[in-house]
């Protein structure tokens, strides 16, 4: 998909979410209801080190 903003054009970055099929909860029509959880995936925090008046922070 091509997006547009303020005259430029860029793809979004897609981030694939894996899902966990749970409980069922129901039905509809005959079919079988199922919950579903996004799997939780550890994403690493970028350590951030930042300079304020001479003074560091991280």
Do not use: C
């Not at 409980?23 to 005959?30: L, P």
């Not at 995936?41 to 304020?52: D, F, G, N, T």
């Amino acid at each position: 998909m091509e997006l547009h903003y303020r005259g430029a054009t860029y793809e979004p970055a897609e981030v694939p979410v894996e899902m966990i099929q749970g409980e069922v909860i129901g039905q509809y029509r005959g079919a079988v209801l199922r919950s579903q959880h996004p799997r939780r995936i550890a994403v690493p925090q970028p350590s951030l080190r930042v300079k304020y008046r001479g003074a560091w922070a991280e």
